[in-house]
């Protein structure tokens, strides 16, 4: 059996790696290393795909979700909903831009923001909503988007880790995920679900004043170059990411496919483990397992990860500790604030290998030992 591992890029790039090699060394060939062709040619390819006007690349995740703060105009003392259970980047830039994180619970099924907290952490001087869509499923976003419209805020959608994942509003509408705010973000970390070579992330909008914005924000706040307009920052992708990125793209639906495959198989073979609870996917969305996350009942979670790791599975906590809990955010403590449910979570949840490369040999094995755990 091949060893097994959280996120095996190495076998996903011997499978490509003919048109990866020949991407890249043709951006080498033409030395256009910043801003080279390839880059426009992905953003519009990627833009095709998600049926959104414009897709304006960046230099990662982190840098996205911030230069969608400095588009949108928001000013220090802002606040700013999001959600307690996700990656520290959603929250970082926040603070970093001196506006108020204002953190919100979850739901316990899907680990997504809970609307009813939304709506009761709403005051004057909140501008933004920023749902997370975690672990590759959508929060709720028609409630969020209603939400902004009665409350006339912006909604920044952290796509990281959901690209590529649909939701169907009521109507029978499908967008994808990233397209349904005003700017939707992502990155492309390498084990993300389209992940490039290195750092490398992108905003997405329908609206073309804020499409300028954001590409002038990303380049040094300037249009003509040594003219710079407003206050910006360097964040751009890599032409060889972005080459990269155009080799990956044509493949997200087959990886998305082959991810739910994987969890599919996790969930059969888990169904009837009375401590386990496999993850529920909600009704308007569609999943893409960029984790596969289980929670583990009864106090087991952490002797049963020590059991993997024993037998060789890897096995990650996402996330051990809520952002209302992090030194970093000690002084946005709120003390009105509770957080039950990401506080249960942090002590019960268990991400299991998850990538586009696993075969029935590893899944048998990592479900054989789950099992095995349990009887
Ligand atoms: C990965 C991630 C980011 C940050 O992306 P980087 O490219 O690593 O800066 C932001 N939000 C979430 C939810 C993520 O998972």
Redesign the pocket.
């Known amino acids: 059996m091949r060893p097994i591992s959280m996120v095996d890029l190495k076998s996903q790039y011997t499978n490509i790696k003919q048109d990866i090699d020949s991407a890249i060394s043709s951006v080498i060939d033409n030395t256009g290393f910043i801003r080279g062709k390839e880059v426009k040619e992905f953003e519009k390819e990627l833009a095709d795909y998600l049926n959104i006007k414009h897709v304006i690349s960046c230099g990662?995740?982190?840098?996205a979700?911030q230069i969608a703060m400095m588009a949108l105009g928001l000013q220090p003392g802002d606040e700013v909903i999001t959600t307690n259970f996700?990656?520290i980047?959603?929250v970082e830039v926040i603070a970093l831009l001196k506006l108020k994180p204002v953190l919100v619970d979850v739901y316990h099924d899907t680990y997504n923001i809970n609307i009813e907290e939304v709506k009761k952490a709403i005051t004057p001087k909140t501008k933004a909503i920023v749902p997370?869509h975690?672990f590759g499923q959508s929060a709720y976003m028609e409630q969020i988007m209603q939400i902004a419209d009665e409350h006339n805020l912006y909604v920044i959608e952290?796509n990281?880790?959901a690209i590529g994942a649909d939701y169907t509003f009521t109507d029978g509408t499908v967008k994808k995920t990233g397209t349904i705010g005003h700017i939707g973000c992502t990155?492309?970390?390498p084990s993300?679900n389209l992940g490039c070579y290195g750092?490398?992330?992108a905003l997405f909008t329908n609206d073309d004043v804020l499409a300028e914005k954001i590409s002038v924000i990303t380049n040094h706040g300037s249009k003509v170059k040594y003219y710079h307009d407003v206050i910006g920052v360097n964040s751009r992708l890599d032409t060889l990411q972005a080459a990269i990125l155009k080799v990956k793209l044509p493949l997200l639906d087959n990886y998305c496919n082959a991810r739910r495959q994987a969890a599919e198989f996790y969930n059969t073979a888990f169904a009837k483990i009375e401590e386990l609870q496999t993850p529920e996917t909600a009704p308007f969305t569609t999943h893409v397992f960029h984790q596969y996350t289980l929670k583990v009942k009864n106090g087991k979670r952490d002797i049963l990860k020590q059991w993997l790791n024993d037998n060789n599975i890897p096995a990650m906590i996402y996330y051990p500790v809520p952002l209302h809990l992090q030194k970093a955010f000690a002084e946005y403590k709120d003390s009105s604030k509770n957080y039950p449910v990401t506080e249960k979570l942090s002590e019960q949840v268990l991400s299991l290998p998850m990538h586009t490369e696993l075969d029935n040999e590893q899944l048998h094995y990592i479900t054989g030992k789950v099992t095995e755990f349990f009887e």
């Open positions: 990662n995740g982190t840098d979700l996700t990656f980047a959603t997370v975690l952290d990281a880790q990155s492309f970390f993300k750092d490398g992330g």
